[in-house]
């Protein structure tokens, strides 16, 4: 536990970092903002197309890796609903919730961190969650708040999320990158070198953002912020865990999946709060309560799928 500790130790220590400079106004509120569009639309987009071009796309599509991760990570979000519903929130607000306890951070702490930590291994699994939630939980998200709102789904509500899919730039990355190595196309030297000095920009800027990020935000709603952020860092990846043994998923690639999905809440789902109006002190707060946990809890399962 304490030599894996010490492995992640840097990365977190990056995020606070970008804390510090951001809690002591070194680093301005605007800073930090335009150090995420450069991470967001270049670095981690150029570390993506790297990774997605070298990965062979029959072995990313495994269909027992998508179906535990799908339903673990359903499971989930349905208890997410429930509680939610239990204690008398609508529709819309108990969705967004739901989406707080399964959605982790995956594309700006976990593709830096996991394949760092856990090898060339971890570009396919992590790949493949990422893709997960953002065209199947992300559009879930946005189709029931539609729906709550306007008393049913039309076009109206498809085609926004059809341009946010397309104009998203790590799924165009990765498609990109698929395609690339798909079509059997050569990288040439200096294309890799370009993307590889850009790509590596990723880590330690996407960490610096995520925790200048988390300087602004105050800790408000205690009591479902909490179980929002346990259900992110516990429940979920004790679900996909299950699913995934269920399925008799690859044991390297299940325990990679166990990882991301203890990954803590992440940011765009705080997004999504503030576009829609919902619970955003709840998600916010869980954002920072989850990130602060997972310095502990994520050296923690790797040592459980270690073992």
């Known amino acids: 536990?304490?030599?894996?500790?010490?492995?992640?130790?840097?990365?977190?220590?990056?995020?606070?970092?970008?804390?510090?400079?951001?809690?002591?106004?070194?680093?301005?509120?605007?800073?930090?903002?335009?150090?995420?569009?450069?991470?967001?639309?270049?670095?981690?987009?150029?570390?993506?197309?790297?990774?997605a071009a070298g990965v062979d796309l029959g072995q990313l599509f495994d269909l027992r890796f998508v179906l535990a991760y799908l339903l673990g990570s359903s499971a989930v979000w349905a208890i997410g609903m429930w509680v939610a519903r239990a204690r008398g929130l609508g529709i819309a607000e108990a969705a967004m919730e739901a989406q707080c306890c399964m959605i982790g951070n995956t594309g700006f702490l976990g593709v830096?961190?996991?394949?760092?930590?856990?090898?060339?291994?971890?570009?396919?699994?992590?790949?493949?969650?990422?893709?997960?939630?953002?065209?199947?939980?992300?559009?879930?998200?946005?189709?029931?708040?539609?729906?709550?709102?306007?008393?049913?789904?039309?076009?109206?509500?498809?085609?926004?999320?059809?341009?946010g899919i397309a104009a998203n730039p790590m799924i165009l990355a990765m498609v990109a990158g698929l395609s690339w190595g798909g079509l059997g196309l050569p990288m040439p030297g200096p294309l890799d070198e370009f993307l590889s000095i850009l790509g590596a920009a990723a880590t330690p800027g996407a960490l610096f953002a995520i925790g200048a990020s988390l300087a602004g935000r105050k800790l408000a709603r205690l009591a479902p912020s909490a179980w929002l952020s346990g259900a992110k860092l516990v429940?979920?990846?004790?679900?996909?865990?299950?699913?995934?043994?269920?399925?008799?998923?690859?044991?390297?690639?299940?325990?990679?999946?166990?990882?991301?999905?203890?990954?803590?809440?992440?940011?765009?789902?705080?997004?999504?709060?503030?576009?829609?109006?919902?619970?955003?002190?709840?998600?916010s707060t869980a954002i920072l309560i989850s990130t602060a946990a997972s310095i502990l809890t994520i050296p923690a399962l790797m040592v459980l799928i270690g073992a």
Not at 10 to 24: K, N
Not at 126 to 133: F, G, K, Q, R, T
Not at 156 to 163: D, K
């Open 1 to 51: 536990m304490i030599e894996i500790l010490l492995k992640t130790l840097p990365f977190f220590a990056l995020i606070g970092l970008g804390w510090a400079a951001a809690a002591t106004r070194f680093f301005p509120a605007e800073g930090a903002a335009w150090l995420t569009k450069f991470v967001f639309y270049f670095a981690l987009s150029a570390m993506l197309f790297r990774f």
């Open 112 to 163: 830096p961190m996991l394949v760092v930590l856990l090898g060339p291994a971890a570009i396919g699994p992590v790949l493949m969650v990422l893709i997960i939630d953002m065209l199947v939980f992300s559009t879930l998200i946005t189709l029931i708040v539609h729906a709550s709102r306007n008393g049913g789904v039309g076009v109206a509500a498809i085609l926004p999320v059809l341009r």
């Open 235 to 283: 429940l979920h990846p004790a679900a996909v865990g299950l699913a995934a043994w269920g399925f008799g998923v690859d044991p390297v690639a299940a325990g990679i999946m166990v990882v991301a999905a203890g990954l803590p809440v992440a940011g765009n789902v705080y997004i999504l709060a503030q576009h829609f109006g919902l619970a955003q002190q709840r998600v």
